[in-house]
């Protein structure tokens, strides 16, 4: 059982390039999030999805966009990469939300914008 | 709205003295509390959580924590440490009514001492 997996590990952007983190998830949970960690910062949530074709935005969804067309897949899109998205990524699902089920958590996605 | 403080940043103790990691929230509701764990370059994992059944809530690898509502506090501790036990530790809130979103602490990175 694999969880949650998350493409790429690292990736080093330049200014106004654009990519997509993959998450995809084994474990058919409803809820999928994104966050992001930046030092001394802890966790900030950057888009949610409920469900297949529903998503909203979290505290911090300025430079993102995400798509969720199946119950696995939860990609974040960075259209204009700038250096304030410098941080590490996390994708995380629940079977019910995360006040009621745990969430598990990908390894992370480290990326660098210069 | 609600929120965590994590009152030490970094918390630093010998192999097999006990563990005290500080939490304090505020919640407008009756919040679900919950402590996550995060050893170098992985993911987040759930180490217990506190949703208004018993005050004590006991959890994997012998951490414990106590919700204390007169001192809005969930303090995590455990009585002997072990090296494995050196990581970043998360304290957690959210609304007990809205499930969707988690609230996150800054974190407080444990070191253990031979």
């Known amino acids: 059982n694999a969880g949650v997996t998350q493409t790429p590990k690292f990736r080093i952007l330049k200014i106004g390039q654009s990519m997509t983190l993959q998450c995809t998830q084994d474990m058919n949970h409803n809820y999928m999030y994104w966050y992001r960690q930046d030092p001394g910062m802890g966790l900030k949530l950057i888009y949610y999805s409920v469900g297949a074709g529903i998503t909203d935005k979290g505290e911090v969804p300025n430079g993102y966009n995400v798509s969720r067309s199946t119950t696995e897949d939860f990609p974040l899109r960075l259209e204009l990469a700038a250096p304030s998205q410098t941080s590490v990524y996390f994708c995380?699902?629940?079977?019910?939300?995360?006040?009621?089920?745990?969430?598990?958590f990908g390894q992370g996605t480290r990326l660098t914008v210069v | 709205a609600q929120s965590v403080t994590q009152l030490d940043s970094h918390v630093s103790v010998s192999e097999g003295t006990p563990v005290l990691l500080r939490c304090n929230y505020s919640s407008s509701y009756s919040p679900s509390l919950f402590w996550y764990v995060q050893h170098p370059n992985k993911g987040l994992q759930l180490l217990l959580k506190y949703t208004s059944a018993a005050t004590l809530v006991k959890g994997i690898n012998g951490f414990e924590a106590e919700f204390k509502k007169s001192e809005t506090s969930f303090h995590l501790t455990k009585p002997s440490a072990h090296m494995s036990d050196a990581a970043e530790y998360f304290c957690?809130?959210?609304?007990?009514?809205?499930?969707?979103?988690?609230?996150f602490g800054t974190g407080t990175r444990l070191q253990v001492f031979p």
């Open positions: 957690v809130v959210t609304r007990s009514y809205n499930t969707d979103k988690l609230i």
């Open positions: 995380a699902s629940s079977e019910l939300g995360q006040g009621s089920s745990e969430a598990f």
